[in-house]
């Protein structure tokens, strides 16, 4: 649910309460208090805890003190700009992902911008939806471990690099897709997944199937690599929410 308060002001940290925001918490550094409340809206309906500064100081603080998932950053901000806050972030955390979302759309801002340390920029006006995936494919890049192909949970080896599976040493046959939508639980373990989210990142933005391709696809799945399909220990469902992957 996203919360009740009407408008976020300024420099004000909100984190959500409700039991599925759990993903961590983004941090908007926009001094635009409807811009804000838009920024808020998008995150909490994705799960997420938000922060919200309407300073470069005050967006200092919180990311010291809330140890943020990522960063959604404004350039144009008042007491200390979104250029030296990009460069002073990465210098406390490199690894936070930080996202500017400026009107500023000239190519050199945005060469300058990723100079500084910037992991992408979208221009105002922007699509939510791309915001969202800009944000988690950001995340994701930081947590994805280097080493083996090769992912193994209960009974099941699965080879992403060869495309070949097995469970219990049989092997099984998966279609390209989904290999594609397995990849993806597997870079996302215990992280509730929307439906919605699940479209965007394994379909693509072009595509627009209903919801239930999605329920479909993990039902296959289900059937192919479970002990007991009918009652899942790794593609789990959560209702009201979406989908989860538990080793």
């Known amino acids: 649910m996203v919360a009740t308060t009407d408008m976020v002001e300024e420099n004000e940290i909100e984190l959500a309460s409700t039991p599925t925001a759990n993903l961590g918490t983004i941090l908007i550094i926009e001094d635009d208090p409807r811009m804000q409340k838009v920024l808020r809206r998008i ?3 994705e799960h997420y805890a938000v922060a ?6 005050t967006g ?6 809330v140890r943020p998932l990522a960063v959604v950053l404004d350039l144009i901000l008042p007491r200390i700009s979104g250029r030296e806050l990009c460069q002073t972030f990465k210098s406390l955390s490199n690894e936070t992902p930080i996202i500017v979302l400026s009107a500023i759309s000239e190519v050199v801002d945005k060469v300058l911008l990723l100079e500084l340390g910037a992991d992408d920029y ?15 494919a950001a995340i994701r890049r930081q947590r994805k471990p280097s080493g083996s192909n090769v992912f193994r949970f209960g009974e099941c080896e699965i080879d992403f690099k060869s495309m070949t599976a097995r469970r219990s040493g049989t092997p099984v046959v998966l279609t390209a897709h989904e290999f594609k939508l397995l990849k993806f639980f597997t870079d996302n373990v215990d992280r509730v997944l929307t439906r919605e989210l699940l479209l ?3 379909w693509g933005y072009n595509a627009y199937p209903t919801t239930r391709t999605v329920d479909n696809q993990i039902l296959k799945l ?8 009918a009652n899942p220990k790794h593609l789990l469902t959560i209702y009201g929410a979406g989908y989860k992957f538990v080793p």
Request: hydrophobic share 35%.
């Open 43 to 45: 995150f909490l309906e």
């Open 52 to 57: 919200v500064a309407g300073d470069g100081q």
């Open 122 to 136: 979208v221009t105002k006006p922007f699509s939510p939806r791309e915001l969202t995936a800009r944000i988690q």
């Open 200 to 202: 965007n990142e394994v």
């Open 60 to 65: 200092l603080d919180l990311f010291r003190s």
């Open 222 to 229: 289900r059937q192919k690599l479970e002990p007991d399909p």
